[in-house]
């Protein structure tokens, strides 16, 4: 389905070579490549303003805090592919996506627009302090950090984006769907080597044919996969796809009632759950 996306926005903007070709097509375009570490943390920010410009046709609660963009640490940069989101703390009110400012034709940049949804608002950021700051949940459930249901928000928060009109740049789109193939593959790799008896080799490969992962990047994440965290890459893919179920089913049941902003305030308000207990509380709050 990815790939027939992919084959699709390459014939509206009138490319008629390879995937292949297209990657290296895309690499050329000024909005895939970044001048300066400046020049990242630009573009995110742009992404920032337009969702805030939408915020509220979606949701009901904003985060209590405020976020931003900050270059990860360049001692650090060499051994992380994307960067990392902190919450707001004691010293730093803020909720800060720490990016990585180094690679300047990656993934990173391709795909800038739905690293921001994902990781800041309406991904990590926003669920992360809501759960936080939410008085009816006991301090275990403030604090605690659910991985199915973290990465699953955030990827839902990248795709309700995409729905949101939020890609409507045919490169940001096709970033999009980069990430999208990324997040998918990880499925196969993941597996392969954990469960499957795959050689690191084989699963670098099968990056490599169905990513624009730059070498590095392919390098790095593989190892996370197989013997720095396995199976939390997972969570990612499988999740966006379970809350999209389970919005159906609520679209289902509710008909004409239905609104996505309700939909969204059951899930934010009652902080990270496992999917099934999530499931079971939408089932609750949603009553035919």
Known sequence: RIQA?????????????????FA???????????????????????????IEQRFDEFFAVRSPSEYDLVRLSPALEGSMTWGYYESPSATEKRGL????GSKLDSQAVISAASLVYHELVPGH??????????????????????????????EYAATLTGEMGLYDDPYDRFGRLSMDAFLTCRLVVDTGMNAL????????????????????E???????????IPAQSLAYKLGDEEILRMRQKVRERMGERFSL?????AILGAGGLPLPVLEWHLDRVFVG
């Open 125 to 154: 950021h926003l669920h992360l302090t809501l759960q936080a700051t939410n008085e009816d949940l006991p301090p275990v459930r403030k604090f605690a950090e659910v991985n199915a249901f973290n990465e699953a928000w955030a």
């Open 97 to 100: 996506y720490y990016f990585n």
């Open 24 to 50: 290296a097509h895309l690499r050329r375009q000024p909005g895939a490549v970044a001048a300066s570490a400046d020049d990242i943390g630009a573009k995110m920010r742009r992404y920032k303003d337009r």
């Open 5 to 21: 996306d992919m084959a699709e926005l390459r014939r509206q903007l009138g490319f008629t070579g390879t995937s292949a070709e």
């Open 218 to 228: 392919i390098e790095s994440d593989t190892l996370r996969y197989s013997c720095g």
């Open 261 to 265: 902003r309700d939909f969204h305030g």
């Open 197 to 216: 008896g795959w050689s690191w080799e084989r699963a670098k490969d099968y990056l490599r044919a169905h990513t624009m992962c730059a070498e590095g």
